[in-house]
């Protein structure tokens, strides 16, 4: 049963908006949670962590919080940029756990 | 700059053939990992291994093993290979850095499809 959960597949927004992508997970263990950013044939690259003692950690344009109660976290891109366009996986656990991804669209 | 390392971007093999993907990494990590990405199922953890030797089933290890003979080295092996494993395959190394928790780098994939 897949512990952590991305239930929108896609997104599309426009350049200079917010991007927020969604992620809720099962197991209240995982004690790390990361974002990572894969463009087609390349492997994901690394984009935010947060560690489940925080709700919030911020780097540059791009923001995660994290909801223990809800089990939940999101990732804001603010402003987005056409070069954001990709495919977003949330990852937890030590092994990752990864949910499905997110394919996110950023219309100029 | 540190890098994890598969040997092929892409592979084209016949059904039944026994298959290696190799992936090597030059960070030293203890652990590595192997996935699989497909449309609309996301990265599916195959096998993974936290020392030389020593593996663990992931979430779908069915059709599927590995070798670690050496720390920087990490083999994914389908033993007779099926067109149900045509996929794109990512090995992962990482190791722990603290209050920061566990760096993860990623290879660059192989597409491997068996026909």
């Known amino acids: 049963d897949q512990q952590v959960k991305q239930n929108s597949p896609s997104l599309s927004v426009q350049e200079g908006r917010i991007s927020i992508l969604n992620c809720d997970y099962t197991n209240s263990m995982f004690d790390y949670f990361l974002w990572y950013k894969k463009y087609p044939a390349e492997g994901p690259t690394f984009l935010i962590s947060i560690s489940s003692i925080k709700d919030k950690n911020e780097d540059g344009r791009f923001t995660v919080f994290l909801n223990k109660s809800a089990k939940h976290l999101s990732l804001h891109i603010v402003p987005s940029q056409p070069g954001d366009s990709a495919v977003y996986f949330c990852a937890a656990g030590y092994a990752l756990n990864f949910g499905k991804g997110t394919s996110l669209l950023v219309t100029p | 700059d540190v890098k994890v390392t598969q040997s092929s971007r892409y592979l084209v093999k016949r059904t039944g053939e026994k298959v290696f993907l190799e992936c090597v990494q030059d960070m030293d990590h203890e652990n590595m990992f192997w996935y699989r990405q497909d449309p609309g199922l996301g990265l599916r953890l195959i096998y993974f291994s936290y020392d030389v030797k020593m593996k663990e089933k992931g979430d779908i290890p069915e059709g599927y093993s590995v070798s670690r003979e050496k720390k920087e080295r990490f083999s994914l092996i389908l033993e007779s290979a099926s067109t149900n494993q045509t996929s794109m395959y990512l090995c992962?190394?990482?190791?722990?850095?603290?209050?920061?928790?566990?760096?993860?780098?990623f290879g660059s994939g192989t597409r491997l499809t068996v026909v």
């Open positions: 992962a190394s990482s190791s722990y850095r603290g209050p920061q928790g566990y760096g993860y780098t």
